[in-house]
């Protein structure tokens, strides 16, 4: 079994940072894209941010582009979300998600694409 843990939300006012971790164990797997979404209360969960694990290649959604960075630690399989100039409309649990399969017709920024989760990890943006 896969486990992904999130760690690293908080409360922190507009204009703040904070940076996400999310550590995988569990048995060896396969990763191809790596994610972060996030769902805020009465909404969809959506696309945050994803990586390849293989070539790091990056893809975010368009509004946090230039405040949001992806990286990750093969060694410490570990990948991170560092968001900065957080806005109160970032506040969302914020999910980790692991895509062990070869990629197919959906792309990175798709839920369905994804076939682990974390459990979350609460983000607060105050105004």
């Known amino acids: 079994q896969v486990q992904l843990v999130e760690s690293g939300g908080g409360l922190v006012q507009a204009g703040g940072s904070l940076r996400l971790s999310c550590a995988s164990s569990?048995?060896?797997?396969?990763?191809?894209?790596m994610g972060w979404f996030r769902q805020a209360p009465g909404k969809e969960r959506e696309f945050v941010a994803a990586?390849?694990?293989?070539?790091?290649?990056?893809y975010y959604a368009d509004d946090v582009k230039g405040r949001f960075t992806i990286s990750r630690d093969n060694a410490k399989n570990t990948v991170y979300l560092q968001m900065n100039s957080l806005k109160p409309e970032d506040t969302a649990i914020y999910y980790c998600?692991?895509?062990?399969?070869?990629?197919?017709?959906?792309?990175?920024?798709?839920?369905?694409?994804?076939?682990?989760w974390g459990q979350g990890t609460q983000v607060t943006v105050s105004s």
């Open positions: 998600a692991a895509d062990t399969y070869p990629p197919g017709v959906r792309g990175p920024d798709e839920v369905y694409e994804y076939d682990y």
């Open positions: 569990g048995r060896t797997f396969s990763r191809y894209y």
């Open positions: 990586v390849i694990w293989s070539s790091g290649r990056t």
